[in-house]
C-alpha cells in the first residue's frame, strides 16, 4: 500500500528532493528491510529526500516539512544507517562510477588534502570544540581527502584547536586502510614531522604544493584548488556552514551526505553543471 503522504509529496517538489535518475543510483545500495516485523510505513525516497532536505537547506530535524515523514522517523533512519556504515558503502561506488564516466580508473591512486575551522553552534560541546587561533574560528575542524577531480575520499571531524599535521593523522590512516591511495598532495599547513610520519609508517607520500615566492594575493595553485571548490561545494549545503551537530561522528555523516548527493547529481546529469544566470531587476520608469 503506498502511503498518502508520498502521494502528496509528489505533487510538491523540494531542489533538495532527488530526480528519478539519482533515486536509481541510490535506492540499489540502500540495506535490504529487515525481515520479520512492521512492513516499512513510509518510503525510502522520502526518508532520503527529508535528510537531504536537513542537509541542504540546513534546518533542525524538528522543523522538516510536514509532508516528510515524521522527523522522528527520519533521524532512526539516518541514525540506523550510519550503524550500518552505509554512505561509507554508497560514497566509494558512485564516486567510481562518476570516475569512470570522466575515463579515469575507478579507484584513485592519489589525493589532496585539506582542513576547514568552522564556527560551531551552542549545541557543540565544550569536550569536541576549541579555538583556531590562526582563523580566529571557536568551533571545530574538519578534514577532507579528495581524489584529484576533488571527488570526497574521507573525512574526520575534531575540535578546531587541532593542529593540521597532528589532524591528519587519524584521517592519513583512514585513508590508507579505506584506498589504494599512496599519494597525497597538502598545503604548508602539513609541512614539517608529518611528512616523515606517513612515509614510515604509511608508506604514503605527502608531498607540499607550496605558494610561489613572488605570489602576491589570491592565485589559483596547481593541485590544491580541486580540494578547495570541493570545501565550497560541502558549504554550499547549508547544515555545513555551521557546526551544529553535538557529535563529530554525525558532523562527518553530514559531510557524506552532502558529497553522495553532489556526486549522484552530478551522475544523472552527465553533463557539467551550468552556472546560474544573473538577472538584472531594472526599476519601473
Request: aromatic share 8%; net charge positive.
Amino acid at each position: 500500500m503506498v502511503h498518502r503522504g508520498w502521494v502528496a509529496r509528489r505533487k510538491r517538489r523540494y531542489p533538495s528532493d532527488t530526480s528519478d535518475a539519482q533515486w536509481a543510483l541510490i535506492e540499489p545500495l540502500l540495506p535490504e528491510a529487515g525481515s520479520g516485523g512492521r512492513p516499512e510505513k513510509h518510503p525510502r525516497r522520502d526518508v532520503v529526500d527529508a535528510i537531504l532536505y536537513v542537509v541542504r537547506a540546513g534546518c533542525a530535524w524538528r522543523a522538516l516539512p510536514a509532508d516528510f515523514p515524521p522527523w522522528q522517523t527520519v533521524y532512526w533512519y539516518f541514525n540506523r544507517w550510519e550503524q550500518q556504515k552505509v554512505t561509507e558503502q554508497i560514497l566509494p561506488v558512485v564516486r567510481g562510477q562518476l570516475r569512470a564516466d570522466e575515463g579515469r580508473d575507478p579507484e584513485p591512486s592519489a589525493g589532496i588534502i585539506d582542513s576547514q575551522s568552522v564556527r560551531g553552534a551552542d549545541t557543540v560541546g565544550q569536550d569536541t570544540r576549541g579555538y583556531d587561533a590562526g582563523k580566529k574560528v571557536n568551533g571545530r575542524k574538519r578534514f577532507i581527502i579528495t581524489d584529484t577531480l576533488g571527488l570526497l575520499l574521507t573525512t574526520m571531524v575534531c575540535s578546531a584547536s587541532v593542529q593540521d599535521r597532528d589532524g591528519a593523522k587519524s584521517i592519513l590512516l583512514d585513508l590508507y586502510l579505506r584506498t589504494r591511495v599512496r599519494f597525497v598532495f597538502a598545503d604548508a599547513g602539513f609541512a614539517g614531522r608529518l611528512l616523515d610520519w606517513a612515509t614510515s609508517i604509511l608508506r604514503t607520500t605527502v608531498e607540499v604544493v607550496r605558494k610561489p615566492p613572488e605570489q602576491r594575493g589570491f592565485a589559483v595553485l596547481p593541485r590544491r584548488w580541486a580540494v578547495e571548490r570541493t570545501l565550497a561545494w560541502l558549504t554550499a549545503h547549508r547544515r555545513l556552514a555551521r557546526d551544529y551537530e553535538r557529535d563529530p561522528a554525525v558532523s562527518e555523516a553530514m559531510i557524506r551526505w552532502a558529497a553522495i548527493n553532489t556526486i549522484t547529481r552530478r551522475l544523472a546529469r552527465g553533463t557539467p553543471a551550468a552556472r546560474q544566470q544573473k538577472y538584472m531587476i531594472t526599476p519601473a520608469t
